[in-house]
């Protein structure tokens, strides 16, 4: 299957700096979704994203979906010990019927206290 | 809040050990997913199921087989597992008509030995 283009693939910064990640597709998706997974565990939900130019919050999150609908990005601010883990997003296309997410491969965040 | 279940969290098998993984969401999705994650290589698609008894092959089918019989229920067999298919898995649940979203279990880390 196609993957997005997800970068950076992994980041060091220090507790308080802002983080920015991003995903770039040649798809249109109809829906940008933003995971975290800790390590040995499922990812989880952060945000999700329905229309283009959307800016949604999540606390220190906060997503945006590209207005060509083919990019997202999430920006962490102040970074804390707990952000530590690997960042996925994932894009739903519009075919009809479509089921399917297409995955990045992740962004694996470290912070240094 | 959506509950997507997995049967174990580790699980150590023989090569050529028929190998069941069990997965359960509480939300009444229509729709389950059945992935494998490796490093590298990120979360692969191995099948999906739109409704009960329905599935579809998804981008790595091979050698592995699932059933849904009932609709809150998806599971995954291995035939005859071996050393390739040690990975995390992980299942995922959606509702049908929805907007995207798919939530995950907390994954079954599976060593084929």
């Known amino acids: 299957g196609q993957q997005l283009n997800q970068s950076p693939q992994s980041m060091f910064i220090q507790e308080g700096e802002d983080v920015s990640m991003n995903c770039t597709s040649s798809s249109i998706f109809n829906t940008w979704l933003w995971y975290k997974q800790d390590p040995g565990e499922g990812p989880v939900l952060l945000i999700a994203?329905?229309?283009?130019?959307e800016l949604t919050s999540n606390g220190r999150l906060t997503a945006q979906f590209g207005i060509t609908r083919k990019d997202s990005f999430l920006n962490i601010s102040a970074s804390i010990p707990s952000d530590v883990g690997i960042y996925f997003c994932a894009g739903q296309d519009s075919g009809a019927g479509s089921y399917q997410l297409t995955f990045g491969k992740g962004t694996k965040l470290s912070v240094i206290p | 809040d959506v509950k997507v279940t997995q049967s174990s969290r580790y699980l150590v098998k023989r090569t050529g050990e028929k190998v069941f993984l069990e997965c359960v969401q509480d939300m009444d999705h229509e729709n389950m997913f059945w992935y494998r994650q490796d490093p590298g290589l990120g979360l692969r698609l191995i099948y999906f199921?739109?409704?009960?008894?329905?599935?579809e092959k998804g981008d790595i089918p091979e050698g592995y087989s699932v059933s849904r019989e009932k609709k809150e229920r998806f599971s995954l067999i291995l035939e005859s597992a071996s050393t390739n298919q040690t990975s995390m898995y992980l299942c995922a649940s959606r509702l049908a008509g929805g907007n995207g979203e798919q939530y995950f279990g907390p994954g079954t880390r599976l060593t084929v030995t």
């Open positions: 994203l329905y229309k283009a130019g």
């Open positions: 199921s739109y409704d009960v008894k329905m599935k």
